[in-house]
């Protein structure tokens, strides 16, 4: 299984998740495909799955009342700049990668204007230099036979799966190079 198609299964898997919200106003018999919703006051809370919380909040039906994630991206971009020069790795949640997508699409599809584009272009400029910090730190310990169960705790699902396949890919390059006899 590749590192997209893993990531896509735990899209799919957060999105069947279920998630407070507040409803903006008052609705009746709504179905979106297996979910039926029969009669919701303005001002009710109810947990309904993200998926479903998604396409009301787009509508504006509802406000999710999720825990705020830009606090935790901007805390994790933060710890990992401030560790970049080690080989030490800050612990992010499992499903970080999975949140942080929803996060800039949900950014993304915010309407348009100048400070919304210039926070967009700075959490995907902060993405791109927590992904690059931490690639680089699994370089480190993809080094063939080298021990790398201490950082695996710190590690998302998606880093480990990469981990893996490159340490995979420096073992094979090793023996490749350092065949018995040589």
Not at 14 to 32: P, Q
Not at 60 to 66: I, K, N, P, R, T
Not at 115 to 137: C, E, Q, T, W
Request: aromatic share 10%; charged share 30%.
């Amino acid at each position: 299984m590749s590192i997209k198609e893993l990531f896509e299964i735990r899209r799919l898997g957060h999105s069947i998740k279920y998630v407070k919200v507040v409803f903006k106003s008052s609705l009746s018999n709504i179905k979106l495909g297996s979910f039926e919703l029969d009669n919701v006051i303005e001002g009710s809370t109810l947990s309904i799955p993200f998926w479903v919380a998604n396409v009301l909040e787009k509508h504006g039906f509802v406000e999710v009342q999720e825990e705020r994630f830009d606090e935790d991206f901007f805390r994790s971009v933060a710890k990992e700049k401030l560790l970049k020069d080690s080989v030490n790795l800050s612990q992010l949640p499992d499903d970080f990668y999975v949140h942080l997508v929803d996060y800039i699409n949900k950014k993304a599809s915010t309407p348009s204007d100048l400070l919304v584009g210039n926070d967009l272009i700075k959490i995907r400029n902060d993405a791109l230099d927590l992904v690059s910090i931490r690639i680089r730190k699994l370089l480190h310990y993809s080094r063939a036979y080298s021990d790398s169960s201490e950082i695996l705790p710190k590690l998302t699902l998606e880093e480990r799966i990469l981990l893996q396949m490159i340490q995979k890919n420096v073992r094979e390059f090793s023996s490749s190079i350092f065949k018995e006899g040589v």
